[in-house]
T-cell receptor, first 114, second 115 residues
């Protein structure tokens, strides 16, 4: 079974631009979570989606948004990019929403904002 | 809010030796899950081991085992017979028992294996 895939793997953007990152969960998985990883702040939770609904959101500004499609694929969007948005963005999928389910991580998208 | 603390930014061990990575956490909940994740240079996060808080028995996965002390809110990872492939960042993580899948991570410990 294929793992979690994230596209693109690397991305360079300019301040003020917007970016969309994509995550395809493991086949059959319906819950997708997003995390931001930076050297200074570590790993921080962004959002969690299940059945096309956002179930939980981390403490990030409104420039960070996401959505989930009917096939469970998810996208996250960052508008008006800032230098501090440079990070590794990790997506994780699990079979269901709720307790007891493991999260499987993708390889991440490395975003660099110049 | 729950917090996870890893007090050792870096650790090193000789190949074939045993090393223990420390983790403490703070929560007011009684039921939760604790995890150790490994992140090698490829950046792929890999689940190493998990512990359910309601289980008194410490989890074990081959060379990896934990020492879970619920009252002390401590969750250390022991790696026996260290191998070169164990070199990575190790993250301790907490997750509530109900509802959200949100993981709360510690800052990580960089483990170096010396041949």
């Amino acid at each position: 079974k294929a793992g979690v895939t994230q596209t693109p793997r690397y991305l360079i953007k300019t301040r003020g631009q917007q970016v969309t990152l994509s995550c395809s969960p493991i086949s059959g998985h319906r819950s997708v979570s997003w995390y931001q990883q930076t050297p200074g702040q570590g790993l921080q939770f962004l959002f969690e989606y299940f059945s096309e609904t956002q179930r939980n959101k981390g403490n990030f500004p409104g420039r960070f948004s996401g959505r989930q499609f009917s096939n469970s694929r998810s996208e996250m969007n960052v508008s008006t990019l800032e230098l501090g948005d440079s990070a590794l963005y990790l997506c994780a999928s699990s079979p269901r929403f709720g307790t007891g389910y493991e999260q499987y991580f993708g390889p991440g998208t490395r975003l660099t904002v110049t | 809010a729950q917090t996870v603390t890893q007090s050792q930014p870096e650790m090193s061990v000789q190949e074939a030796e045993t090393v223990t990575l420390s983790c403490t956490y703070d929560t007011s909940e009684s039921d939760y899950y604790l995890f150790w994740y490994k992140q090698p240079p490829s950046r792929q996060m890999i689940l190493v081991i998990r512990q359910e808080a309601y289980k008194q028995q410490n989890a074990t996965e081959n060379r990896f085992s934990v020492n879970f002390q619920k009252a002390a809110k401590s969750f250390s990872l022991k790696i026996s017979d260290s191998q070169l492939g164990d070199a990575a960042m190790y993250f301790c993580a907490y997750r509530r028992d109900q509802g959200a899948q949100k993981l709360v991570f510690g800052q990580g410990t960089r483990l170096t294996i010396n041949p």
